[in-house]
Every structure is written in structure tokens, then in C-alpha cells.
């Protein structure tokens, strides 16, 4: 399982340089609700055509989406091996619940500060 970074998603949304491969979209992919909301603000902010937000859309409801249960929020106010931002402990404390449950998990993210805290929690990196 992959658990996808807004940074991915909104890669290909934008059309940036850094795109990931074609065959991440075939994985099974996962990340937590908060998401949807990093996605639709930026999309947002960035007065987004339709076609863009058609896009996105259908790219949210292909990721399992987690809840944001308290039981992940409570381990995001735990300390981390590094220092994080908050949007990062969120999405690390979902991913440490993931794999805690024995799940196979790998990040897929451009963000270096939130690969460097996933490292630093034994999470695999999904090459991009």
C-alpha cells in the first residue's frame, strides 16, 4: 500500500516537471482526509478551471481516504524522532497507525521534510 502525499497529487494536478510514474496511479493508494483538504485549498487558492477541478475530484475518490480518528490525532501531539510541521504529524501519525496495524506501507511524497520524518519513523519511501 502507498500513502500518498499531497505533494504527489497536486504534482499531477498542476502539471509540474515532477511527475510520478504512470504506474503509481495502478497501486493501491491510501492517505488521510486531510488530502482532500490540502488539495481543494490550493485548487482553490489557485481560482482552479474545471477541468482541473474534474481532475481532482476523480483523483480523490480513487485514494482510500482515512478518517482523522482521535486516536490518530492524539498520536500526533506525541513527539516525533524530528521535528515536524503540523499538517506532517498529522499525516505521519496516520501512516504510523497504518503500519503499526501490519500493514505494508510506503510514502509517496516530494516533501523532503516529511520523507526525512517518515524515515526517522521506519517508513519505507516510494521511489518517484
Given at each position: 500500500m502507498?500513502?500518498?502525499?499531497s505533494s504527489v497529487a497536486l504534482?499531477?494536478?498542476?502539471?509540474?516537471?515532477?511527475?510520478?510514474?504512470?504506474?503509481?496511479w495502478a497501486e493501491r493508494l491510501v492517505s488521510s482526509r486531510l488530502l482532500e483538504?490540502?488539495?481543494?485549498?490550493?485548487?482553490?487558492?489557485a481560482a482552479a478551471d474545471d477541468v482541473r477541478r474534474g481532475a481532482a475530484k476523480a483523483l480523490i475518490e480513487r485514494i482510500g481516504l482515512?478518517?482523522?480518528?482521535?486516536a490518530h490525532l492524539e498520536?500526533?501531539?506525541q513527539p516525533f524522532p524530528v521535528a515536524v510541521?503540523?499538517?506532517?504529524?498529522?499525516h505521519?501519525?496516520?501512516?504510523?497507525?497504518?503500519?503499526r496495524n501490519q500493514e505494508s506501507l510506503?510514502?509517496?511524497?516530494?516533501?523532503r521534510r516529511l520523507i526525512t520524518a517518515a524515515q526517522a519513523l521506519g517508513i519505507a519511501i516510494h521511489p518517484l
Open positions: 502507498i500513502y500518498l502525499d504534482a499531477l494536478l498542476f502539471d509540474e516537471e515532477r511527475l510520478p510514474p504512470s504506474s503509481l483538504y490540502e488539495v481543494w485549498t490550493r485548487l482553490n487558492a482515512i478518517a482523522m480518528v482521535p498520536r500526533a501531539l510541521r503540523t499538517l506532517d504529524a498529522l505521519l501519525a496516520t501512516m504510523d497507525s497504518l503500519r510506503a510514502l509517496a511524497s516530494y516533501d
